[in-house]
């Protein structure tokens, strides 16, 4: 069974920094593109970036460059550095793992959807201004 565990989340200030990880347990991690996605209430699932299994990243455009996806396969654990945070960033943040190698990253208005995503059970992110 795929197992995916976020931690890191917290509070933040405006302009503030938090690091998520995410550690997989039950499939190869190695050869498994992985993602993060968020959920704010009343708000549609998106996806926040991804890291393919040989390390080629894409970032949502709302990013604008203040996040950072990594990946330490030694330790099965898949990194979203944040920094210059700002509102509209509060949200519940998901660690999901493509299970489906050919097929699309899952689109929905809810995240933990779809028969081909592993899904983490999410972890809070919260910035003030």
């Known amino acids: 069974e795929v197992q995916l565990v976020e931690s890191g989340g917290g509070s933040a200030q405006a302009g503030g920094s938090l690091r998520l990880s995410c550690t997989g347990a039950?499939?190869?991690?190695?050869?498994?593109?992985m993602g993060w996605y968020r959920q704010a209430p009343g708000q549609e699932c998106e996806v926040v970036a991804t890291i393919s299994f040989e390390g080629i990243s894409y970032y949502a455009h709302f990013v604008n460059g203040r996040f950072t996806v990594s990946r330490a396969n030694t330790e099965n654990i898949v990194y979203l550095e944040m920094t210059r945070l700002n509102p509209d960033d509060t949200a519940v943040y998901y660690c999901?793992?493509?299970?489906?190698?050919?097929?699309?990253?899952?689109?929905?208005?809810?995240?933990?959807?779809?028969?081909?995503?592993?899904w983490g059970q999410g972890t809070q992110v919260t910035v003030s201004s």
């Open positions: 039950g499939f190869i991690f190695d050869e498994t593109d």
């Open positions: 999901a793992a493509k299970t489906s190698p050919a097929g699309p990253w899952f689109k929905g208005d809810n995240c933990r959807g779809g028969p081909t995503t592993a």
